[in-house]
Every structure is written in C-alpha cells, then in structure tokens.
C-alpha cells in the first residue's frame, strides 16, 4: 500500500511540472506587441496595410525599401519599457 501512496504522489508531484509558471504568463501578460518589427520582423507596413515579410520586402517595397511602403521598425514594450 504504501508503494502505490508514493507511486501516485510521486507522479503527482510531476505533472505540476508541466504546467506553465505563473510569472510565464504574466510576462506574456504585460508584454505587448504592436506594429510592424516588433517581433523581429523588417519593420515595413506594404501598401495593402500588412506587415511586410523579410523575403518579400524587395518585391512589394523596392530596392531600397521606400515608396508605397512605410517603416515602422515598431519596439515591443514590456512593463512600460521598450
């Protein structure tokens, strides 16, 4: 009896271990995203009003990137930081 007690509180124990920390999601919480660039993307808006993909910045925006396109190179803010 007492090695199916510890069997189960051991496995117990071990299925706390994957869920998420509290602080992971209030991290995700308190950091937000907004705009082009962000996350880490080339930072251009293209003429249809959508984030523009590194790959396809020559395509839509030129050679230099300018015209019909507008940078954004938007910073994530965390806790009211960027």
């Not at 920390?21 to 808006?45: D, I, L, M, Q, Y």
């Not at 020559?58 to 190179?73: D, H, L, M, N």
Request: glycine residues 10%; proline residues 7%; contains cysteine.
């Amino acid at each position: 009896m007492r090695i199916v007690t510890a069997s189960a509180l051991f496995l117990i124990s071990i299925a706390f271990l994957t869920f998420p920390a509290p602080f992971t999601a209030f991290a995700e919480e308190v950091c937000r995203c907004k705009g082009c660039g962000c996350k880490g993307g080339s930072g251009w808006r293209g003429p249809d009003g959508f984030c523009v993909s590194q790959t396809k910045l020559a395509e839509i925006c030129g050679t230099p990137a300018s015209t019909p396109c507008k940078q954004e190179a938007a910073p994530r803010v965390c806790f009211g930081r960027s």
